[in-house]
């Protein structure tokens, strides 16, 4: 069964750091997202990309966080300069081309874990 | 208002128990949506999709009523293995699938 990947599974990294974090969607999705979740809270969203562009961002997703698609298969999501209250699971998902088929399921990976010291 | 609000939970029943979720949403353009399980430390999944005649699969039936804004999610006969967080999802056809704070049940034995 297709799956959406991502790593890494966890980084740890010092406060003023850039991270990278990595996946790879379903091949034959259109529509990429980035979420996040900070531990025991609710999941909250970053980012869609559609069409090799952002479609649509959250008051979170500030100019301190970037997404690429810099090949056919990754999407990527780059946070410049980490916070302590970055620390959080970052979920990556992806769906089909939702206005067409309607489906509205989000394929999500196992989630990025990110521990900012 | 909260876009979307759930029963604080934790719900503790157990097995065998008929539990209700309940979800409200704020936005009255909302057009889909769904009903996500996730289990501890793991990722979201589709549980089921809510439509407006209501749908049932398997123990479980969700319901949504449009004029009250509102969604529920009914499982029957609950099993141990339903022991999870139930998130309720609302999209307003946009691209921001906006995520309830979760209702978590606890299926005792």
């Known amino acids: 069964e297709p799956e959406v990947t991502q790593t890494p599974s966890h980084q740890v990294t010092q406060m003023g750091q850039e991270v990278i974090l990595r996946c790879v969607p379903i091949?034959?999705?259109?529509?990429f997202y980035w979420y996040r979740q900070i531990l025991g809270q609710k999941v909250e969203f970053l980012v869609s990309?559609?069409?090799?562009?952002?479609?649509?961002k959250s008051e979170i997703f500030d100019d301190q966080f970037s997404v690429e698609r810099p090949d056919g298969s990754n999407f990527t999501l780059k946070i410049r300069s980490t916070k302590l209250e970055d620390s959080a699971m970052y979920f990556c998902?992806?769906?089909?081309?939702?206005?067409?088929?309607?489906?509205?399921?989000?394929?999500f990976g196992e989630g990025s874990r990110l521990t900012v010291l | 208002r909260k876009e979307v609000e759930q029963d604080p939970g934790p719900f503790n029943v157990p097995e065998g128990a008929t539990v209700a979720f309940n979800c409200t949403y704020s936005?009255?353009?909302?057009?889909?949506f769904f009903w996500y399980r996730q289990d501890c430390r793991k990722e979201p999944k589709l549980l089921m999709s809510?439509?407006?005649s209501g749908n049932e699969d398997g123990r479980f039936t969700a319901q949504l009523n449009r004029a009250s804004q509102y969604i529920s999610l009914l499982i029957r006969d609950s099993k141990l293995s339903d022991s999870a967080t139930y998130l309720c999802?609302?999209?307003?056809?946009?691209?921001?699938?906006?995520f309830g704070p979760g209702t978590r049940l606890s299926v005792l034995p």
């Open positions: 990309f559609y069409n090799n562009e952002i479609s649509e």
């Open positions: 936005n009255s353009a909302s057009q889909s």
């Open positions: 998902a992806s769906s089909e081309a939702y206005r067409e088929k309607n489906t509205g399921e989000l394929f």
């Open positions: 999802v609302v999209n307003n056809y946009g691209q921001n699938f906006v």
């Open positions: 809510v439509y407006s």
């Open positions: 091949s034959n999705h259109l529509y």
